[in-house]
């Protein structure tokens, strides 16, 4: 069988997607020595590509040659069927993983979507890439051969949303990996302390700060704690500036927490285990999450997890962490209290928490995403 991937998010998108990427296709061609994988990828202009399987004698690495910006109008603007075959040779498959479906010429197809927040909070999307997902996603859905979905409740929500076809669709949980653990050497921890200035207990939020993440009211929920019990924790917020962030400065405004409130910025992943590790407890109020990848990586690094009760988080923390309901500031505030101030509740969710997490490996995901690929083998 011979395999194309699209892993132009590997390239180009440092969290999210394109951590998803770079993890499940690293994976699967260290499981899948048999077959052949054609790796196809714009890159950003006036960068050299350098190679990214070295050493995978399976793998042929074809750049494109073309910005992401350019692909996306000719596939998704004028819609330019391009010749994919000359680029990577014939193949049985295509696989993109990251929503959308190009109008490819021949080959079966597989497109992965993550979640459908853009349709079920369109208040919380980008206008312009909310206007982009409702045009492309859909059609997507209808024209692939096989459609992945992060979580059961992402899988519900194609057929009930898009009309998928529910003989199309397959779950194929993301993962952690195994650099997400517990870390005894305290040098490496105090290293990263000094490396951004941790030098107090925090509560931790890790994510790209954009509104479905909630973090406004989980703002206002630490501010309540500290009115109420006087820690002397500070919220720690990890992650890149996404897109309409500016109620969370203005919550910090509000609630005159600013001298608690920490912004580290885009957090580099071999920085994430241990600020995990130093955190106290994992909070991730989200609204809507296709899996909730951070949640699951912290109980991996056995820090205890308050999160949402809402979309596929129950999936992800299952009773290895707190759930509350997003909305409902007091309740956030109460789960981080109950945390902080009992230590027999903490030292329980953080073992439930390292169980839970050991349940999602990349080599799992990896083999399920092979038993759909072998469907299409010629």
Known sequence: MRVAIDYTPGINQRAGIGRYTRELFRELIRLDQQDEFVVFYSH???????QIFKGAKNVAERPLGISDRWLTILWHRLHVPLPFDLVTGPVDLYHFPNFVLPPVRRGHTIVTVHDLSFLLHPEC???????YLERTVPRAVRRADFVVADSANTQNDLIVLLDADPARVE????AVDERFRQIEDQGALGALRDKYNLHFPFILNQNVIEPRKNIPRLIEAFARLKRDLGIAH???MGGALGWMYESVFQAVEDHEVAD????LGYVPDEDLPPLYNLADLFVYPSLYEGFG???????ACGTPVVTSNTSSLPEAVGDAG???RPTDVEAIAEAMAQVLTNPGLRTDLSRRGLERARLFT??????KVLSIYRRFAR
């Open 234 to 236: 500070r919220l720690v």
């Open 362 to 367: 990349w080599r799992a995901s990896a083999e």
């Open 322 to 324: 707190l759930m509350v």
């Open 44 to 50: 950003p202009r006036g960068q050299q590509p350098e």
């Open 171 to 174: 779950v194929v949980y993301p």
């Open 260 to 263: 608690s409130v920490v912004f």
């Open 125 to 131: 999307a980008d206008e312009g890439l909310r206007n």
């Open 293 to 299: 990848i951070p949640a699951v990586e912290a109980m």
